[in-house]
């Protein structure tokens, strides 16, 4: 068993920057990578942005260059640094971990 609990979204204006954090505990395997993936009304939820176990990463073309993903190993925290916050990236925010998600958190970008 995983338990993840996501936090740190809010409203926000465009251009404007978020820290999501996922607290990761339980089972954790460090063969899996961790993800963040998000989900707009009517869409299906789609991957954002993942690291592996050798800190490798990879990043949807839509938000290269303005996202950064990164995992505190010590404190089993993993990240999603966000800046200049677009319109589009509105949504829940999951992280997900093996089969577990956690329970998602909102991100509004509006003016």
């Known amino acids: 068993q995983v338990q993840l609990v996501e936090s740190g979204g809010a409203s926000v204006q465009p251009g404007g920057s978020l820290r999501l954090s996922c607290v990761i505990t339980g089972d954790i395997s460090s063969f899996h990578p961790m993800g963040w993936y998000r989900q707009a009304p009517g869409t299906e939820r789609e991957l954002v942005a993942m690291i592996g176990s050798f800190q490798s990463t990879n990043y949807a073309d839509a938000v290269k260059g303005r996202f950064s993903i990164s995992m505190d190993k010590e404190k089993n925290i993993l990240y999603l640094e966000m800046n200049n916050l677009k319109p589009d990236d509105t949504g829940v925010y999951y992280c997900?971990?093996?089969?577990?998600w956690g329970q998602g958190t909102q991100v509004t970008v509006s003016s």
């Open positions: 997900k971990h093996r089969a577990y």
